[in-house]
């Protein structure tokens, strides 16, 4: 079973940095692909970050490649989403992840996550 809570989360201003962290509290974390997810008021959730496993393969939407990077610590079962440069339109509810993908499309689409976070919030102000 997976567990997972996100913490982070606050109001910063464009340009800042910002660190997600999402814990898991069960047992299966290593078996999973962990993805970070974000949901704007009125959008539907989109795909930002995804690491595998085993920590060799990393995704990214095109609107963060360069800004944001995924990262886990197995002894601590966390992943982490660094966010640097941040812009409001950064600005959304994030959500942690858990997956057993089989293809790459997997790692990108949220139905395919068996295991959700709460979400934590971040803002952008300009």
């Known amino acids: 079973q997976v567990r997972l809570v996100e913490s982070g989360g606050g109001l910063v201003q464009a340009g800042d940095p910002l660190r997600l962290s999402c814990a898991d509290s069960?047992?299966?974390?290593?078996?999973?692909?962990m993805g970070w997810f974000c949901q704007a008021p009125g959008k539907e959730r989109e795909f930002v970050a995804t690491?595998?496993?085993?920590?060799?393969?990393?995704y990214y939407a095109d609107s963060v490649k360069g800004r944001f990077t995924i990262s886990r610590d197995s002894d601590k079962n966390t992943v982490y989403l660094q966010m640097n440069s941040l812009k409001p339109e950064d600005t959304a509810i994030y959500y942690c992840?858990?997956?057993?993908?089989?293809?790459?499309?997997?790692?990108?689409?949220?139905?395919?996550?068996?295991?959700w976070g709460q979400g934590t919030q971040v803002t952008v102000s300009s």
């Open positions: 690491i595998s496993w085993n920590a060799k393969i990393t």
């Open positions: 069960g047992r299966s974390f290593m078996s999973y692909a």
């Open positions: 992840a858990a997956s057993k993908p089989r293809y790459y499309s997997d790692y990108l689409t949220p139905s395919m996550y068996e295991f």
